[in-house]
């Protein structure tokens, strides 16, 4: 699984690293994964965050609730950035 | 050869979703050295490789093949297509080859035309597996029991096979499973790109029009190969390329956005180098690959498991909401006891599962959120057995369990459950799971990626 949070600007991107929104605590907090499966990229060129975490139940298995893994992003819209500037 | 250039045009990211033809045109008079599509993916997952089925419908493949065809052929370029009727397995090879003759005897044509084989035999992979040559990427990996068990097992190709049938003379590629890249990648490293550039290029060009900033919908996409740099633009006037939406694209569909395992080595870009060229051109320089030692071959499976029935219905009742999930273990018990009722002391293994729309259906254990707000819930209940006609008997006992299941707050019988449809249950045929991902060892990668060649005269097969 993997999820593409990609910024407006650089400058909110930033703020998101300094605040430590998008880190490896807060995901497994968020989608109560262990913090050892899961993968951060920052690439500063696009003001991308990169989240990688292996899947729970394998792509069409039985249980399987997401053939593409689609819809695994949306608690991520629920953080929040301050915009201190 | 500093004057070394090859021009590639990439149909779309999938064969069948679609394109423009006047993108295609405009991609035509640029001059292109060959046309690459991809025509598979496992994103629709596991049914299509286990069924021998494709995804996209006929209609859509031989429109977007039809097009395809006729450009490279008026220019005599090559057409290159992997990763056929999106499995790459034999009966998806052969069906693509079908819709190809179809065109070719339709519009008499005639051409030297390569097919190349993908899928392994159980034989050949369980004496790998003996040998230690093949091993897992994640998890146990495909190992000698899920070789046996597999319904169908296909090998991810590189560039060799690709390069054998053009050193062939073949017009026009169909291919297995194969890496997205190696499709666009081939051709140019013949041709004496450097395979970084190449690579490079390739990962841009396999999803078609998807690198440009907006992607309105699937389209064509242009790349111009030097020996150590490349430039892409999307072939629609409607879109353009950015440093930043083609730098965004090399994320896409990889967990490591800076290192790309292929089977013939590893493209790293986290030094890449992007730089508009123009307003909607972009110069990518700077990439690296390091090949493999020894070649190898990422190995695809499908399982079957069973065949499949559900019901999709729905909830009102707010008292029913509010104790959805002891509803569900209720349903389970119940259906456990009619089971045992009708079939006696041994009945059928089967699989029960229940999705809950409007609660968890979506994310499963990965939901955050645990109240349901919603006044109604959507339910599909799921019944997976050795046969089609135990899942259809266990799905219309759960149906009428859900229906008239008591709960506390009402006396007398109720109906707590809304069917959608009648007959309430819908059959949803033979379901597959995929194998643990591998890798083979392909030292001699023609051994396992085998081609052969069909020579079309006017629209007929001539041997």
Redesign the interface.
Same mark, same amino acid.
């Given at each position: 699984m993997t999820i593409d949070v990609m910024f407006e600007n650089s400058d909110m991107f930033y703020k998101c690293i300094e605040q430590n929104i998008l880190s490896v605590q807060n995901i497994a907090k968020i989608y109560g994964i262990e913090a050892e499966n899961i993968d951060i990229f920052e690439i500063p060129m696009i003001s991308t965050i990169k989240i990688s975490f292996p899947r729970a139940v394998s792509q069409g298995d039985l249980g399987d609730s997401d053939n593409h893994g689609g819809q695994q992003y949306a608690p991520i819209l629920d953080l929040e950035i301050i915009d201190g500037s | 050869m500093s004057g070394l250039r090859v021009k590639a045009i990439a149909g779309n990211g999938v064969l069948g979703s679609g394109f423009r033809e006047s993108s295609l045109l405009r991609g035509m008079a640029l001059g292109p050295d060959f046309i690459g599509c991809d025509a598979g993916s496992?994103?629709?997952?596991?049914?299509y490789l286990g069924a021998g089925r494709t995804a996209f419908p006929k209609v859509a493949v031989k429109r977007d093949l039809s097009l395809l065809m006729k450009a490279a052929r008026s220019a005599k370029i090559p057409l290159i297509i992997g990763s056929a009727g999106t499995a790459g397995g034999r009966p998806h090879v052969e069906g693509l080859k079908e819709i190809t003759l179809e065109i070719a005897f339709e519009n008499k044509m005639s051409f030297k035309l390569a097919l190349i084989d993908a899928e392994q035999d159980k034989s050949t992979l369980t004496e790998l597996w003996n040998r230690g040559k093949i091993t897992p990427i994640?998890g146990p990996g495909l190992n000698y029991e899920a070789i046996q068990v597999s319904e169908r097992i296909v090998g991810m190709m590189g560039v060799d096979p690709f390069v054998y049938a053009l050193d062939q003379k073949a017009d026009i590629i169909i291919a297995g499973r194969s890496s997205d890249c190696a499709i666009y990648a081939a051709l140019p490293i013949m041709r004496g790109i450097d395979p970084a550039v190449a690579w490079h290029a390739a990962k841009i060009l396999e999803c078609g029009a998807a690198a440009a900033e907006t992607r309105s919908s699937p389209d064509c996409l242009f790349a111009e190969l030097e020996k150590t740099a490349f430039e892409v633009e999307p072939l629609s006037g409607e879109m353009i390329c950015t &440093?930043?939406s083609v730098?965004?694209h090399s994320?896409?569909?990889?967990?490591?956005?800076?290192e790309l395992i292929e089977p013939d080595g590893v493209l790293n870009i986290a030094e890449s180098q992007?730089q508009a060229v123009s307003s909607r051109r972009v110069r990518v320089t700077n990439s690296s690959f390091k090949p493999k030692t020894v070649k190898n071959a990422k190995l695809e499976g499908a399982v079957f498991?069973g065949y499949q029935s559900v019901i999709i219905g729905g909830i009102r009742d707010p008292m029913i909401i509010g104790q959805i999930d002891d509803w569900t273990e209720r349903l389970r018990k119940r259906l456990k006891s009619r089971v045992h009722d009708v079939y006696g002391k041994a009945p059928p293994p089967y699989?029960f599962?229940v999705?809950i729309y409007g609660k968890d259906?979506?994310?499963?254990?990965?939901? &955050?959120?645990k109240k349901i707000t919603s006044h109604e819930l959507g339910l599909v209940l799921?019944i997976?057995s050795e046969s089609q006609e135990i899942s259809n008997s266990i799905i219309s006992l759960a149906r009428h369990q859900a229906l008239h299941l008591p709960i506390p707050e009402w006396s007398g019988l109720i109906t707590g459950f809304a069917c959608r449809h009648s007959p309430s249950f819908l059959e949803r045929g033979k379901?597959?799971?995929?194998t643990?991902n591998s890798l083979m060892e392909t030292k001699n990668p023609l051994a396992f990626f085998p081609c052969r060649f069909v020579n079309i005269e006017d629209g007929t097969e001539i041997n």
């Open positions: - | 496992t994103d629709p997952g596991p049914y994640s &440093p930043q730098a965004a994320l896409y569909e990889n967990a490591n956005p800076f992007y498991l699989h599962n999705s259906a979506v994310m499963g254990n990965l939901e &955050p959120i799921e997976t379901v597959y799971k995929f643990d």
